[in-house]
């Protein structure tokens, strides 16, 4: 089971950019689907990004154009790189992985089963 850890969060201003990085531990880092979820203060974790194990990407309709996911397959690094930041932007940001698994869920929080303690942003307006 691969271990998480996030990176990268901050204060920005709106407008200002991010790049987000989450380091996981573990030999078979390639076999997994990569997600990236928010969490604003009293609203419930929500999808923001996610790239499968085969390296197609996925986003939440909110950040489509704004957050770009990648990963570095030598560095077992997976990266939310976010522009345009907004002050809705401002959250906990949490990176979670789970082994494959159906594409059809790579955007349901409860289908992952590791995740990382979190970083925050925050965007000041």
């Known amino acids: 089971q691969v271990q998480l850890v996030e990176s990268g969060g901050g204060l920005v201003q709106a407008g200002g950019s991010l790049r987000l990085s989450c380091a996981a531990s573990?030999?078979?880092?390639?076999?997994?689907?990569m997600g990236w979820f928010r969490q604003a203060p009293d609203k419930e974790r929500e999808f923001v990004s996610a790239?499968?194990?085969?390296?197609?990407?996925y986003y939440a309709d909110s950040v489509k154009g704004r957050f770009t996911i990648s990963r570095d397959l030598a560095k077992n690094t997976v990266y939310l790189q976010i522009d345009n930041l907004k002050p809705e932007d401002t959250a906990v940001y949490y990176c979670?992985?789970?082994?494959?698994?159906?594409?059809?869920?790579?955007?349901?929080?409860?289908?992952?089963?590791?995740w990382g303690q979190g970083t925050q942003v925050t965007v000041s307006s």
């Open positions: 979670a992985a789970r082994y494959r698994g159906r594409i059809a869920t790579i955007a349901t929080t409860g289908a992952y089963p590791t």
């Open positions: 573990g030999r078979t880092f390639s076999s997994y689907n």
């Open positions: 790239i499968s194990w085969s390296g197609d990407t």
